[in-house]
């Protein structure tokens, strides 16, 4: 019942949900102080931040769009996934869309667990499937032009060692 | 009838990013054959399957996947998100 | 110029450093968004943050010992190494000592490099060394009596992928 | 004269934190067998070599390590931090 009440305490403001797609800007510490609130055994908390680089210098802005019926649920599964098989105690990923600068947060991802080799596992597995499995399409708009960003081949073989 | 949704540079290529589309097509690959029939910007889009991903009712699949039941169709390339 | 300003203004918040040893707790969300400016060239940022454990409900609490004119220095020489295999544009450690109760953070690593695959493994090389390498010593005070906690032989394996 | 310093279980099994020591030993091994000699507290503290790590100067090292020039030399347990 406690619980109950914390939990929907937690999405009245609106950060509750394990899994977010969204438009906005978010607070990356404010979300590792709202994972590890509540849950038990955590003794890790990894995360990672994605930031749009700006390399050369001449990116005016990069465009992310996305797939609205499929991304929420096909993340959402990996993160099932991500859960049972390292046993984290509590899990979250931010994915942004629209229009972002260089050096704005693009998204996020936080795992806890026991111990460091889950946190950190899940993490990367996480990463790794966001980045070649989940709808997301991104456009680098620079000075020379605007371009589809390609996937890697490196990106996909990432995925073999899981 | 079946609703055809296009992402990123396959969107841009055919112009407009979803149609509702009349089709006999049995698997994701007829469909893909009597688009590619229609005007030179979907053979173009179509061109090189190897570049593109499917999902049927928002689930990735393959080309030789079946259409039976199938509500929505989405083509997209090989996504970049992270 | 401008760039010493701004680093001058870091050191008088007291949090400039790339290393810290302190009996203070630490906000790492603020830690995250300190590391990220000013530097340039940054696509992915990672943290591990490590908290007090308490699984059998019985830890009063954690005693950490270091070993004060060694710890800093070596923590510094494994944090010269990552910055420099991996890259990185920014690096932070920060690790406590002192008494800590169940639940609080005990130490947070972060990295920040072009791609995710360089942040992950640099904060994954620098938790490993910090674990066997780092002068601390964790002692357990709980309801049943004190003990030492005792190295694993798996930390030790860890190193060995490096 | 050598600082001699001890910590975690090392330090509570010899009592003390640190102690100044008045010795010719030339590596850290000799310095043990010194130390051994004095008391049963520290023959029981270093009963076991290979439970204990050794620093001199703040540098880890092994208990070969020469002590020509050394000023402190610290004796712990494998270390449990992170």
Redesign the interface.
């Known amino acids: 019942m406690q619980e109950a009440v914390k939990n929907r305490g937690r999405e009245e403001q609106g950060a509750g949900e394990r899994v977010r797609v969204q438009r906005e800007d978010f ?4 979300e ?2 709202m994972l ?1 609130r509540g849950a038990t ?15 050369p210098g001449t990116l005016h802005y990069m465009e992310i ?3 609205p ?2 991304t929420a ?2 993340i959402e599964a990996m993160v099932a996934e991500a859960v049972g098989r390292w046993r984290l105690g509590a899990c979250r990923v931010i ?1 942004r869309y629209g229009r972002l600068k260089p ?1 704005e947060r ?2 996020m991802v936080a795992t806890a667990a ?1 111990h ?1 080799v889950a ?2 596992e899940a ?2 597995f996480l ?1 790794d499937y ?10 680098e708009v620079a000075a020379e032009g605007a371009r ?4 890697r081949d490196a990106d ?1 073989d990432a995925l073999k060692r899981w | 009838m079946i609703e055809v949704v296009y992402f990123a540079w396959v969107r841009e290529r055919i112009g407009l990013p979803r149609e509702r589309v009349e089709t006999t097509a049995r698997t994701v690959a007829e469909l893909v054959e009597e688009l590619k029939a229609r005007e030179e910007r979907y053979a173009l889009a179509f061109s090189d399957l190897s570049a593109l991903r499917v999902a049927v009712d928002q689930e990735l699949t393959g080309f030789d996947a079946s259409l039976a039941g199938a509500r929505e169709v989405a083509f997209f390339p090989p996504m970049t998100g992270g």
């Open positions: 607070d990356p510490g404010r590792l102080d590890a055994d955590i003794g890790a908390v990894v995360s990672f931040t994605g930031v749009v680089r700006d390399l769009e996305h797939y019926a499929m649920p096909a994915h050096g693009i998204m026991p460091r946190a950190f993490a990367q990463m966001l980045k070649s499995r989940a709808p997301f399409w991104k456009k589809w960003v390609e996937a996909e």
